[in-house]
């Protein structure tokens, strides 16, 4: 299982550190990313971290303001965002792959979600 929290309200330019908390399964078997759904839109990918930490990737929309880390002794991968913007408020969801990549396809396990609201 797969719990995320971090979420609210932030106005724009602040800051929030997302964490993703795993159970249940060997953590570092598994690649994680974090997925976006803002009302109205399709889910997101946003950014993604390999088993070990050793590679990540983020949509260019983020890319200079989000980081994606993980620690597998405490089963949890974070996502920092910083110089947050009013278009990044949607819920935020952390999934869980043995494949790393963009494609929400690749995810098996999903998080519930945490709201992310930046107001302007």
């Known amino acids: 299982q797969l719990q995320a929290s971090g979420g609210g309200l932030v106005e724009a330019g602040g800051s929030l550190r997302l964490s993703c908390a795993a159970s249940?399964?060997?953590?570092?078997?598994?690649?994680v990313g974090w997925f976006r759904q803002a009302p109205g839109k399709e889910r997101e990918f946003v950014a993604a971290?390999?088993?070990?930490?050793?590679?990540?990737s983020y949509t260019d929309s983020v890319k200079g303001r989000f980081t994606i880390a993980r620690d597998n002794a405490k089963n949890t991968v974070y996502l920092q965002m910083n110089s947050l913007k009013p278009e990044d408020t949607a819920v935020y969801y952390c999934?869980?792959?043995?494949?790393?990549?963009?494609?929400?396809?690749?995810?098996?396990?999903w998080g519930q979600g945490t709201q992310v609201t930046v107001s302007s």
């Open positions: 249940g399964r060997t953590f570092s078997n598994y690649a």
């Open positions: 999934a869980a792959s043995q494949f790393y990549g963009r494609n929400l396809d690749l995810y098996r396990y």
């Open positions: 971290i390999t088993r070990n930490g050793g590679s990540t």
